[in-house]
Structures are given as C-alpha cells and as structure tokens.
C-alpha cells in the first residue's frame, strides 16, 4: 500500500501540509517496501490555476492508494481524484507526518470526499 | 464614445447610473448600453425594451476521443491552465479551467481532442426608444465570465454600429471580468459611496484603471452617510468628481421598484446633466 501526505518537508518529523493542490511536498511511504520518498510540489507555487488536480495526477503517477491531508482537496482536484482508487483521510493538518500516520493507522482521521 | 461605468465595490450604484444616464443620454443621441455584469446582469429590469434578437453564446473546449489516443501525453504537458490530465489510461478535461486555447487540440499528434462547443448563456438585445440595450446571461455551473463578456463586446461592435455613445455596465471587483469590460473602454466612471469601505475599495479600482492608462472621474452615491474621505481621496490623487448624489430615501423607494430615477428626481437628473456635460466635452462624439 502507498500513502501519500502533503507536508511541509520531506521527513517523518515534518509539518503536515493542510493544503491539497498547493502544498509544499508530498511524502510516499511504501507500507511493503517500508520506503519514504518525496516530491517536491513547490512549482505549482506561480501558477494561478489548476493546482488541485495537477497534483492529483502526481499522486496517480506514484500510484498512491491513501492520501492523508489537512483540509481535502477542493472540487477540480476531488473530480480528477474521482478517477481513481483513492481512500481519502483529512484533518492532520496541524500533525507531523508520523503523528498523522499513527493517527490514521487507529483510525483517529476521518474520511474525506 | 466607450464610457464604462465601474466600481471597486459592489452595490455602489453601477447599475443604477448607468440605466439612468443611458436613458437621460438618449433623449438627444444614439446610445447603446452593455450589462456586462454576466454572472448577474441586472439592468433590464429598469427598462422596459423590446427584445430584438437572443442568441445562444458558446465557446471552445477539447473533447477526449478515446478510440485516437496513444496516451503520449502531450496534451497535458503543455496545458498551462493544467485542464487536461492524463491520469493513467485516461484523459480528463476539466472544462471549467480550460481557456480555449485550442493548443491540445491543435498540437494532438492524432486530433483526439477535436474542440467541441460548450454553451456560455444568453445574449439578449433590446429596443427602446433610441436605445439599443444588450445583456448577457451566464448559464448556472459556467465558471468564466470573460469570453461572455468579450463576445458580447464582439457583438455590439458588430451589431449597433450606429450608437455615438456606449455605456457599459460593469462586474464589480477589480478581476479579469473588469479588465475585460473595461480595457478597450475610452474612459472609466468609478461609482463609488462615502464609506470606508467604498473608499477602500475605490482606491483598487483606481490603480487598476490606471495599469490599464485608463482616464479616470468618479461619481458619489448616496453623500450624506459615511465622511468626506472619498472627496480628500480624489482632491489628493486628481480623481475629478463628475457628480455626487445625495442620499435620498425617495431613491431606495423609486428603486425598489424597479423605476427609472432620472426623470422623477431632481437631484439626479442634475447629475445626470453634469456627467453628460462631461462626456460630451470629453469629444463628444465618436
């Protein structure tokens, strides 16, 4: 299973990112592989339109089939998301990443659209 | 002449001034008025016109043809409003961030993304007593309001070739849709009231209308509430004040009715005179 987190840097200990189409970076962990890898998302940054689902093809990309978040995806992106098969969890946005994982493996994150 | 009657903030009285002067303008030259405040064009219900022509409004977005995509991807890489996506064996076009460039379409290797038209709303033209008057409608769930707006321009360039005066009604804000309404305007009425808020707001719609080059006046609604910031304000950035209305309660009730104010208020219609005699100085004309 791979999860994805929007956060605001590229370890564990980082601040989670409440943004969806605009958040910094998006860590995958390989819950198989037990491998975090990131992706720098700070390009969107000039762009006026369209953040959301731009960066939800990324999350299609790395085949990511859990995205924990802050406050969830705004309409486009959820329609982009809509496409694939994606379990969404929000509220961790005032998490670090690991307490935002931990939150979401006893369940404590509720399910997003 | 192109007279676009603006404002930073809404409610100020755009709508208002702008029936009003078209109506008053009217008497003694050809006019046209614009509502170019697509996403709520009110206007037309301060006049009573006769509908001359209604016309569908469309514009162009791709459509995926799934039977003629490699799935190279090329439409999404170089969509800059990032409206096309390739999320695996799909190709999802999100037609309210597309801008109609055509540039998928036209540089698709196997024309998977013919352009196909979209509906936009309705354009309505009215006849009245010398006035050609046109509004344009956007249809619920449309996002953009600019290509209304820049084919309804389109449309009286085309159509009411012979008005010498053109008065626009414009959206409020100081965003795209005012750029567009605004942008091939000769001149800009900045409507605003003697509030803070007015005042504040004002002051953005100036530096927008001043990144444009464009000549700027300004009009006062409803002087009595508020202070006398917004008079300091123009006195201090050379903003000439056309006219300054008082604040009347016979106007909220005239309005409220949907009734014409120039011809039943006094205060108005000597408002009316001095923004035409201004405009007429202006060039007059063409």
Redesign the interface.
């Known amino acids: 299973m791979i999860i994805a987190f929007t956060s605001k840097g590229t370890d564990w200990d980082s601040k989670m990112d409440p943004r969806f189409g605009r958040t910094d970076y998006i860590l995958f962990y390989n819950e198989d592989t037990q491998e975090l890898s990131h992706l720098d998302n700070r390009e969107v940054a000039d762009q006026a339109h369209g953040v959301g689902p731009k960066t939800a093809q990324k999350l299609f990309e790395r085949g990511a089939q859990v995205l924990i978040t802050g406050n969830g995806p705004g309409g486009n992106a959820a329609e982009a998301l809509k496409q694939m098969e994606l379990k969404i969890f929000v509220g961790a946005g005032e998490m670090t990443v690991r307490e935002a994982y931990e939150a979401y493996q006893r369940g404590q994150l509720a399910q997003g659209a | 002449m192109k007279l676009a009657i603006a404002s930073g903030k809404g409610g100020t009285g755009k709508t208002t001034l702008a029936v009003n002067l078209a109506l008053y303008a009217a008497a003694t030259r050809r006019v046209a008025l614009l509502d170019l405040d697509v996403e709520e064009p009110n206007s037309g219900i301060f006049l009573k016109g006769k509908l001359k022509r209604e016309k569908q409004l469309f514009r162009a977005v791709p459509e995926w043809k799934k039977e003629a995509c490699i799935l190279c991807g090329k439409c999404?890489e170089l969509c800059?409003?990032?409206?096309v996506?390739?999320?695996?064996k799909?190709i999802?076009v999100?037609p309210?961030?597309c801008h109609s460039c055509y540039a998928c379409s036209e540089l698709c290797p196997e024309n998977a993304l013919p352009m196909t038209q979209k509906s936009l709303g309705f354009l309505r033209h009215y006849e009245q007593d010398g006035l050609d008057f046109v509004e344009s409608k956007m249809e619920i769930g449309v996002e953009m309001a600019t290509p209304l707006i820049e084919q309804t321009l389109a449309y009286a360039e085309a159509e009411i070739a012979g008005a010498d005066l053109q008065i626009r009604d414009c959206p409020p804000g100081t965003s795209c849709s005012v750029i567009n309404a605004t942008r091939d305007a000769d001149f800009a009425l900045l409507v605003t009231e003697p509030t803070p808020f007015g005042l504040h707001d004002l002051s953005l719609a100036v530096e927008t209308m001043r990144h444009l080059d464009k000549p700027i006046a300004v009009a006062v609604n409803r002087v009595g509430i508020g202070n006398d910031d917004v008079f300091r304000y123009c006195e201090a950035e050379g903003i000439p004040v056309w006219a300054s209305f008082p604040h009347d309660r016979r106007v909220a009730e005239l309005y409220s009715r949907g009734e014409t104010l120039y011809d039943k208020v006094d205060s108005i219609r000597t408002g009316m005179d001095a923004i035409h005699t201004q405009i007429s100085s202006l060039g007059g004309g063409k």
């Open positions: 999404s800059r409003f990032n409206a996506l390739k999320l695996g799909h999802l999100m309210e961030l």
